[in-house]
């Protein structure tokens, strides 16, 4: 069974930073891209960042670029967001996703989400 | 960059009825590339749809997804208890803004 459990959320104040975790199991992490996904409080879902398989490859949001990175652990089955210089619009629930495109014959289609990971940014 | 624009942001309809959500893409996108989520919350996505078309696994066949160059359409046949939620059309890093289907 596919699972991605997320990790690290909780209230910061702003221009500080934290540290997510995506740990993933039941598929091979090393055979996809992976994205997070945000979702602020009364709005939609925003995409923020994705990595390819290896981890050479990485695209942000242009909302987030510069002060968040993506990176992954495929050995420990691992996917990681490092948020720095957190702004209160940053304030969401974010989530870590499979993407599945390659193998459906599409470009980007995320079939496996996590519950998410509540980050507040607040003084 | 594409921009995804979806159409009715509320959609008031009552079980059984049939539910019609458009998405429309700022420029010409491949119906490949093209996926639809549901959204309930405190729950995770869900994927829907990819491929314009094609229906996701375990995804009951009231749902059905279909459109091309710019414009794609998510229909809900008759609508169950359990429909009533927010929908997202999805083309890359692009999400639209969202359809909320209430009772």
Same mark, same amino acid.
């Given at each position: 069974?596919?699972?991605?459990?997320?990790?690290?959320?909780?209230?910061?104040?702003?221009?500080?930073?934290?540290?997510?975790?995506?740990?993933?199991?039941?598929?091979?992490?090393?055979?996809? #891209?992976?994205?997070?996904?945000?979702?602020?409080?009364?709005?939609?879902?925003? #995409?923020?960042?994705? $990595?390819?398989?290896? %981890?050479?490859?990485?695209? @942000?949001?242009?909302?987030?670029?510069?002060?968040?990175? $993506?990176?992954?652990?495929?050995?420990?089955?691992?996917?990681?967001?490092?948020?720095?210089?957190?702004?209160?619009?940053?304030?969401?629930?974010?989530?870590?996703?499979?993407?599945?495109?390659? @193998?459906? %014959?599409?470009?980007?289609?995320?079939? @496996? #989400?996590?519950?998410?990971?509540?980050?507040?940014?607040?003084? | !960059?594409? /921009?995804?624009?979806?159409?009715?942001?509320? =959609?008031?309809?009552?079980?059984? !009825?049939?539910?019609?959500?458009?998405?429309?893409?700022?420029?010409? /996108?491949?119906?490949?590339?093209?996926?639809?989520?549901?959204?309930?919350?405190?729950?995770?996505?869900?994927?829907? &749809?990819?491929?314009?078309?094609?229906?996701?696994?375990?995804?009951?066949?009231?749902?059905?997804?279909?459109?091309?160059?710019?414009?794609?359409? =998510?229909?809900?046949?008759?609508? !169950?208890? !359990?429909?009533?939620? /927010?929908?997202?059309?999805?083309?890359?890093?692009?999400?639209?803004?969202?359809?909320?289907?209430? &009772?």
């Amino acid at each position: 069974e596919v699972q991605l459990v997320e990790s690290g959320g909780g209230l910061v104040q702003p221009g500080g930073s934290l540290r997510l975790s995506c740990a993933a199991s039941g598929f091979t992490l090393s055979n996809y #891209w992976m994205p997070w996904v945000r979702q602020a409080p009364g709005k939609g879902l925003e #995409w923020v960042a994705n $990595i390819n398989e290896d %981890g050479s490859k990485k695209y @942000y949001a242009e909302s987030v670029k510069g002060r968040f990175t $993506i990176s992954r652990d495929n050995a420990k089955n691992s996917l990681s967001l490092q948020m720095n210089s957190l702004r209160a619009e940053d304030t969401a629930v974010y989530y870590c996703a499979r993407d599945a495109g390659n @193998y459906y %014959g599409s470009g980007t289609l995320f079939d @496996y #989400w996590g519950q998410g990971s509540l980050v507040t940014v607040s003084s | !960059e594409i /921009v995804l624009t979806q159409s009715p942001g509320t =959609l008031s309809l009552s079980p059984g !009825e049939r539910a019609t959500l458009s998405c429309r893409a700022s420029q010409t /996108v491949s119906s490949s590339n093209l996926a639809w989520y549901q959204k309930k919350p405190g729950q995770a996505p869900r994927l829907l &749809i990819y491929g314009a078309s094609s229906r996701a696994t375990g995804i009951p066949d009231r749902f059905s997804g279909s459109g091309s160059g710019t414009d794609f359409t =998510l229909t809900i046949s008759r609508l !169950e208890p !359990e429909d009533f939620a /927010v929908y997202y059309c999805q083309q890359y890093g692009a999400f639209g803004q969202g359809t909320k289907v209430e &009772i």
